[in-house]
């Protein structure tokens, strides 16, 4: 069994408006101190084989991101 | 500086539909030996200063996390 956990990132240098209504939030709630904020998603894949990273960059890229406006970076973790 | 990176995701126990599509959309692209898939969020939140851990929490569990049907962890990485 093999798990792989892929992180997709907005691109770095494109505006991310669910980063800035975190801020904005932290900001009403009192936490001071927030300089920058970012959301994306962690996907978590269970395999009972270890797949190659071929096969990982394929999955992550065609159908986990959108390589226009989002990077990608991926860990795999083999359990058993 | 700090950088402090949240990971959100649905509770084991729950049913993730989300998980659930990406699982079919593998199959139909090809690719086999998936078992389960989960999917949630990754918040990257960079501080000025270093936060607490109690902070940290209460960021967390009131302002990203939906509590009852999400579990969250984060790391804490001092940049500067």
């Known amino acids: 069994m093999a798990k792989v956990v892929v992180h997709v990132m907005p691109k770095a ?13 932290l900001g009403r709630l009192g936490f001071s101190g927030a300089t920058d904020v970012r959301v ?10 270890e797949p190659d990273e071929v096969e990982i960059r394929k999955i992550a890229s065609t ?5 226009v406006i989002e990077d990608y970076d991926f860990q795999v973790e083999v359990t058993a």
């Open 63 to 67: 159908l986990l991101t959108n390589e």
């Open 40 to 49: 994306g998603k962690r996907f978590e894949l269970t395999f009972d084989r």
């Open 13 to 25: 240098e494109l505006l991310d408006p669910q980063g800035a209504a975190v801020i904005s939030a």
